[in-house]
């Protein structure tokens, strides 16, 4: 089955700790994005890749970062520097990357801060 | 003024009614524009997209585009309880490649 997949679907963080998301797809699509998403609120992105090796902030990347290294794999990881990392995260891809792809959503994972 | 806005809702209707959602736009360059529907706890699923002005029916859903006015909205028509959910408007740039700006959702609940 083709799809997006996501985990672990919940993730604790200590104070201080860095922890790394997954985000693997099976599409073969090109692009990969990272969204978050509080209670009540709509998508904010956090950062984007269009092409392998090759990503761009979205509008609140601080705190985070991630890599590209593989077609199928685009790993987001929360570091500590991200005071108030509690949201519901989502991985989505597209075929390519113009403006009229539709993206398709992982399940996503919820954070939660210990 | 932000991006894309909708009513946050929510939005009530009985069973079979028809339910209407709307969104607005700020930047008239906007190409394309996506209707996705997320249950409680769950990921957004894609319901249907529309490029042109004009209406696009997809079974009992329509979307209705209007680049004029910068408004996009959703019918569903025989609405169900299980239509009952957060629908998200999203709205793509010609000028930011592959970038999707969301509005915060319209909860809709549909009552037996």
């Known amino acids: 089955d083709g799809g997006i997949t996501q985990s672990p679907k919940y993730l604790f963080r200590k104070e201080g700790q860095n922890v790394t998301l997954s985000c693997e797809q099976n599409?073969?699509?090109?692009?990969m994005y990272w969204y978050r998403q509080d209670p009540g609120q709509g998508l904010r992105l956090i950062y984007y890749?269009?092409?392998?090796?090759?990503?761009q902030k979205g509008d609140i990347a601080e705190g985070y970062s991630v890599s590209r290294e593989k077609k199928e794999s685009f790993p987001l990881t929360v570091t500590s520097a991200q005071k108030n990392p509690t949201a519901f995260y989502l991985c989505?891809?597209?075929?390519?990357?113009?403006?009229?792809?539709?993206?398709?959503f992982g399940p996503g994972t919820r954070l939660l801060v210990l | 003024q932000k991006e894309v806005e909708q009513n946050s809702g929510p939005l009530s209707v009985p069973e079979g009614a028809i339910a209407s959602l709307n969104c607005t736009y700020s930047?008239?360059?906007?190409?394309?524009f996506f209707w996705y529907r997320q249950y409680s706890g769950k990921s957004p699923e894609l319901i249907m997209f529309i490029y042109s002005n004009g209406d696009k029916e997809d079974g009992r859903f329509t979307a209705q585009l209007n680049k004029a006015s910068q408004y996009v909205s959703l019918l569903i028509r025989d609405s169900q309880p299980s239509d009952s959910a957060t629908y998200l408007c999203?709205?793509?740039?010609?000028?930011?490649?592959?970038?999707?700006?969301f509005g915060r959702g319209t909860q809709l609940t549909v009552w037996p």
């Open positions: 599409l073969n699509h090109d692009a």
């Open positions: 989505a891809s597209s075929i390519g990357y113009s403006e009229q792809e539709t993206q398709y």
């Open positions: 999203a709205v793509g740039r010609g000028s930011t490649l592959g970038r999707l700006y």
């Open positions: 890749s269009q092409i392998v090796n090759d990503f």
């Open positions: 930047d008239r360059g906007s190409q394309s």
